[in-house]
């Protein structure tokens, strides 16, 4: 990558540049996961880590994944932080809205994105960030996998995992059958819309 290359060299620009492409990324991840004043905090630490680990970058390394990679481990650390159960914690079990239940509301458009974003928030942790980083990002399996540290394969069967949960926790809030079946039968086209609807909600 010629902005990372350029970055390493002493460029700050190229820095800024990088930083300005995937700001947006990062802050996607963070809000709605956690309250407004640690997303701040966290977005920051992402981009201070990146600082830090910009020698480390293979030259053909997907950025956009690699940064990611940090703002997960970020948040998990976070979580591990404040919880006292830390040792024991899995997110592979538990949700977001188990751990944040005060984090911010989506501003959604319409009922679909609502509902989407509302089961996304329902199933386990690790599944929303495969989903998130697969529909919202684009990025592929093998991206995936080495960001969550499995083989490609596994990661695979996590995202095949990660959508019946989803269209379960669907089946599980929704109260209008209609709205279900536009929902579930849309999924992938509502996935990719609630990428531009992550503006935190006002106060």
């Known amino acids: 990558m010629e902005l990372l290359a350029a970055w390493r060299s002493g460029d700050e620009r190229a820095g800024g540049r990088l930083v300005e492409r995937h700001y947006a990324a ?3 991840f963070f809000v709605h996961k956690v309250a407004d004043e640690a997303a701040a905090d966290l977005i920051q630490r992402t981009f201070l880590s990146l600082v830090e680990a910009r ?3 293979r ?3 997907n950025f956009k994944a690699y940064l990611l990679g940090i703002a997960r481990n970020l948040l998990y650390n976070y979580f591990r932080r404040y919880r006292r159960d830390a040792d024991h914690l899995d997110f592979v079990r538990v949700s977001s809205a188990d751990l944040a239940p005060s984090a911010p509301s989506l501003i959604a458009q319409n009922q679909e ?3 989407l974003f509302e089961a996304l928030r329902r199933i386990p942790l690790e599944f929303q960030v495969v989903l998130e980083l697969y529909y919202w990002e684009n990025l592929k399996a093998r991206e995936l996998a ?3 540290g499995i083989p490609e394969g596994t ?3 996590r995202i095949r995992r990660a959508k019946i949960l989803l269209e379960q926790a669907l089946k599980d809030l929704s109260k209008s059958p209609d709205l279900l079946r536009s929902t579930v039968s849309n999924l992938e086209q509502w ?3 609630l990428r531009g609807l992550h503006n ?3 106060g």
Request: net charge positive; charged share 40%; glycine share 4%.
């Open 26 to 28: 990062v802050e996607r």
């Open 55 to 57: 020698e480390r970058i």
């Open 59 to 61: 030259a053909d390394a």
């Open 113 to 115: 994105s609502r509902l």
């Open 146 to 148: 080495g960001i969550l």
């Open 155 to 157: 990661a695979r069967t």
């Open 191 to 193: 996935a990719r819309q």
């Open 200 to 202: 935190r909600s006002p």
